[in-house]
Nanobody, 118 residues
């Protein structure tokens, strides 16, 4: 079955950067080009929230207002991978970050912890 595996989380100081990666495997009917890929996050005690989305063409992106200008989503269709470059990190960015794939069916990764703290 389709699997999404995140990596790249960790502890970083405010103002620092991290890059998350999500590798997608186990395709059945559609390959990676058939997937709109997104990142969501969930902070302790809060609902899961949308962070960023990228369409299959790689040129169409959307961002939550809270991360615009600081985060960049991209994808490598040859590597079946989506990335989230996070710059100018703030303590309020602390959360578990989830990769999401939408092919008409919905798929989630297991999550990657990002902690922004001095």
């Amino acid at each position: 079955q389709v699997q999404l595996v995140e990596s790249g989380g960790g502890l970083v100081q405010p103002g620092g950067s991290l890059r998350l990666s999500c590798v997608v495997s186990g395709f059945t009917f559609l390959n990676f080009l058939g997937y709109t890929m997104s990142w969501y996050r969930q902070a302790p005690g809060k609902e899961r929230e949308f962070v960023a989305r990228i369409r299959a063409d790689g040129a169409t992106t959307n961002y939550a207002d809270s991360v615009k200008g600081r985060f960049t989503i991209s994808r490598d269709n040859e590597k079946n991978t989506v990335y989230l470059q996070m710059d100018s990190l703030k303590p309020e960015d602390t959360a578990v970050y989830y990769c999401h794939g939408d092919s008409g069916f919905q798929y989630w990764g297991q999550g990657a912890q990002v902690t922004v703290s001095s």
